[in-house]
């Protein structure tokens, strides 16, 4: 399954020849990096954010012990996008992205571009030991796939979700393989990989990926002798919503059926990251390793999210679909205690781990994002006065908004409106009449920049793709026209 490309051949020889001279003294030195990604897990679905009823106390401890971001966002309110975000660094409408893969067999051969070169690219070459565990989407065969990508160790599933119970897809899958339905067989009900190999899983999904996390962990310690890079990316709690009834029970005071399930799901998460502490821990990695959690983007309340108190979400770009609940860890390198107001995105990633492991980023390599370590430290905003920026296209219209400093412009139906959010987070007071300069030099910024955005690459599915066509999408003449348009023309579902 892996296989090199030429330019990881050249800087694989040449870090080779200079780990054997440097990697042994610099190994103690440099931090391993664990992210910890949720999948569609609303803004009060942890106890650190606020949640009024589910419990997640390792995770808790964590944050309380390390930063918390409370205006952090994803490049994209729902999950391609924003994991193309999270791995190259830059906003997915400007490589054709902004939309999920096709959801037909093996993503129709397609993925995020290669001229993308991923983080994991960045800290392999730069003589990281990488995995990849849980949810990948964003390609699955040859090039696209995670082991081609950067990352040493791939295990879990290369689509965008996936069954928890193995005892139910197992069997449904091998039913329906004997039907003969091979290719049409739904991808969540697939055999989980490792390393392009089938493997047999009989745990709860949720309790499979972290118990690879701390195989991961451990093998990083015993064996590799690397700092190690870890993209832990949990599907929990996406659907199916589907927990386990021990999880369940603890949180009998919940008498919402779907809230239940969905607290279950979220508490199997945090168990996991109890084991996964203490493995760093128990192999003396704890201090040395960054840890930066996070959800891909906001919560569907009808499945039992909660994004209290953001307005909005998965999909939206109001708040509570793209804000998302957010921490760093790393003792004595990123304050202990401390709350972070200002504004970031999961695009800053990419330079901040890349600074942190001294890796090299290409050259030519675009990056939207910043390196917080200085702003984090200090307790200063990264980026004053500059934009952070999100759409989506729906049937016929895009959806826009912008933050910038304590502002937000937002355009959800036709109509560009304006909050403070620093002050009014779930965007219930606009003040584009109050401030009809800011609303328009704001508008006017998003506009250039959207200039740069190029035609999607595929589609979710044909309809998808044949609406974008018979619209003339993306429409942006109409998006960042100040004169209000009717909903009934946006043809708004
Ligand atoms: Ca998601």
Sequence with gaps: MKKFTFRQLVLGCTCLLASQVSLASTANERPNILVILTDDMGYADVGFNGSPDIRTPNLDQLAAEGTMMTSAYNAHPFCGPSRAGIMT???????????????SDRSGGLGIPTSEIFISEVLQDAGYHTGAIGKWHLGEDGDFHPNNRGFDDFYGFLNGGHDYFPSKFKAQYEKQRKQGLNHSIFHYLRPLEHNGKEVDVNEY????????????????????????????AYNAPHSPMQAKEEDMAQFPEIK?????????????????????????????????????????????????????????????????????????????????????TFPISTLDLYPTFAKIAGAE?????????????????????????????????????????????????????????????????????????????????????????????????????HAEGALWREKAMPRFHETFSLKEKAANELNVH
């Design 89 to 103: 660094g830059r906003y997915p409408h400007k490589f054709g992205s902004q939309f999920n893969l096709p959801t």
């Design 205 to 232: 999904l949720t309790d499979a990926l972290s118990g690879q996390a701390v195989n991961f962990i451990e093998a990083s310690a015993k064996d590799k002798k690397q700092p190690f890079f870890l993209y832990l």
């Design 361 to 461: 980023i290409p050259k030519k390599k675009k990056l939207d994002g910043k390196n917080l370590i200085p702003s984090l430290v200090a307790g200063t905003d990264p980026r004053p006065g500059e934009m952070i920026y999100a759409v989506r296209h729906r049937n016929g219209y895009s959806e826009a908004a912008a933050r910038k400093d304590n502002w937000k412009i937002v355009n959800v139906s036709g109509k560009w409106q304006l909050f403070d959010v620093e002050k009014d987070s779930s965007e219930s007071n606009d003040l584009s009449k109050e401030y009809p300069l800011v609303v328009r030099e704001m508008v006017a910024e998003m506009e250039m920049w959207s200039w740069s955005n190029t035609q999607p690459s595929w589609f979710h599915n």
């Design 256 to 340: 919402d059926k779907k809230r239940k399930i969905y607290a279950g799901m979220v508490y199997a998460v945090d168990r996991g990251v109890k084991e996964i502490v203490q493995t760093l821990k128990d192999t003396g990695q704890y201090d040395n390793t960054l840890i930066v959690f996070f959800s891909d983007n906001g919560g569907k309340p009808n499945l039992g999210a909660n994004n209290y108190p953001l307005k909005g979400r998965k999909g939206s770009v109001l708040e509570g679909g793209y804000r998302t609940p957010m921490f760093f860890h790393w003792p004595k390198k990123i304050p202990n205690g401390k709350t972070f």
